[in-house]
């Protein structure tokens, strides 16, 4: 069986999470993963555009051949829910304009595929792909 890369990504305006995983079958390693951050005195437009020339970098040099985003989700804050859609905007624009194909789940589907609770916190969900991927840190 063929390995594949994946390209994962957890938007945020100031803290975008981004991996690139290895599926081989049902064996997932992790190749890369790390943060995208911004400043908070770094204006949107400059966030942005840190955002998609990270995204393009990390495409380019690793060469997934599809990328998984979390989908939309409710939001009471209708700021932060605009703010973290231009944000999304950017991560699908920048792999359209890579040629991956983009997949997106809702984050109680990612927790229930990863955990086993749709319902699960950011801490159970951490541990788990820790365990999963063999990592000693988040």
């Not at 945020?12 to 064996?27: K, Y």
């Not at 943060?35 to 908070?40: Q, T």
């Not at 920048?94 to 984050?107: K, R």
């Amino acid at each position: 069986m063929v390995p594949c890369k994946i390209l994962g990504v957890d938007t945020s305006l100031r803290s975008t999470g981004v991996a690139i995983v290895e599926a081989q079958g049902s064996r997932f390693s992790v190749v890369d993963y790390g943060l995208v951050r911004n400043a908070p005195r770094l204006p949107l437009s400059h966030c942005l555009c840190r955002l998609d020339r990270a995204l393009r970098e990390l495409i380019a040099r690793h060469e997934p051949r599809a990328a998984a985003i979390e989908g939309i989700f409710f939001c009471k804050n209708v700021k932060t829910a605009v703010i973290l859609g231009e944000a999304r905007g950017v991560v699908i624009a920048a792999c359209a304009a890579s040629g991956l194909p983009v997949f997106e789940y809702s984050p109680r589907k990612v927790k229930e595929s990863v955990v086993g609770n749709g319902a699960a916190g950011k801490e159970q969900v951490n541990k788990m792909i820790m365990t999963l991927l063999g990592l000693r840190q988040p």
